[in-house]
């Protein structure tokens, strides 16, 4: 099965949030988001990521 994106990050984003919910994991985190997919997930999920790690590349 193929699956865009956006589904599946949702999919991902549930799972960890059950896992948040029942004490196993402290944080969630998201790495390289842009701002309006990390503002999707801020906003209609009530548990936020806390971290967004971004790479910076001075090259680029």
Do not use: T, W
Not at 29 to 36: I, R
């Amino acid at each position: 099965m193929v699956l865009s994106g956006g589904i599946v990050l949702l999919i991902v984003y549930l799972f960890f949030k059950d896992i948040y919910n029942e004490g196993k994991i402290r944080a969630i985190c998201v790495c390289n988001f842009l701002k309006d997919r990390f503002y999707d997930l801020s906003v209609h999920k009530n548990i936020v990521p806390m971290v967004l790690q971004i790479e910076v590349n001075p090259f680029n």
